[in-house]
């Protein structure tokens, strides 16, 4: 078992971590607030992103600040239960704490919809998709939006028909969001 180090509890009993948190555990050390850049800290955060756009780690925006923590300069957060599996698994030697497994989300797992357990197999991939290209996005700028061709395209692998990845991105779409290329 890894020792714990002075400080961790704090950021134990969070739900989300934010990049620049997530980086110091990495590295096994105590985030602090303001805590200047260095190389070795901005390498692990293009790590993390590279994972996230992945795939291999979930993220979420934070609805409360839409631009971010001052002294973290990030609206970006990563949960807890995810962030620690990843972690454990790239960091095993510097990492302060045990991965979360139990609590790790699975892609259609558990979800509850609004009409109650029933479920089919479209339903589990129009929520994933849903999860996928819409939990990042910003209303305050479009260009966060994902285009109805990748959601299609992503959906056509998943062994979606053409005419239904079609209608399941309408449906995903945002209500209201320009038409035409992002800029």
Not at 28 to 33: D, L, T
Not at 130 to 153: C, E, G, L, M
Request: with cysteine.
């Amino acid at each position: 078992m890894k020792q714990k180090i002075d400080g961790l509890e704090w950021f134990a009993k969070l739900a989300s971590w934010t990049e620049y948190e997530l980086a110091d555990l990495c590295l096994g050390r105590i985030p602090v607030a303001g805590s200047a850049d260095s190389d070795e800290r901005n390498r692990v955060i293009e790590y993390i992103h590279r994972a996230a756009e992945m795939g291999e780690l979930a993220r979420q925006q934070n609805s409360l600040t839409p631009f971010g923590l001052a002294q973290y300069r990030s609206s970006t957060y990563y949960p807890r239960s995810v962030a620690t599996i990843w972690a454990a698994k790239n960091f095993p030697e510097t990492f302060p704490f045990k991965p979360v497994e139990e609590e790790a989300p699975q892609a259609g797992v558990g979800h509850k919809w609004p009409w109650g357990d029933y479920e089919t197999d479209l339903l589990k991939k129009i929520a994933v998709a849903a999860d996928r290209f819409w939990k990042n996005y910003d209303p305050s700028d479009h260009t966060t939006a994902p285009t109805n061709k990748q959601v299609i395209d992503w959906l056509i692998t998943q062994n979606v028909s053409q005419r239904m990845a079609e209608n399941m991105a309408t449906i995903l779409r945002v209500d209201g969001l320009p038409t035409g290329p992002r800029k």
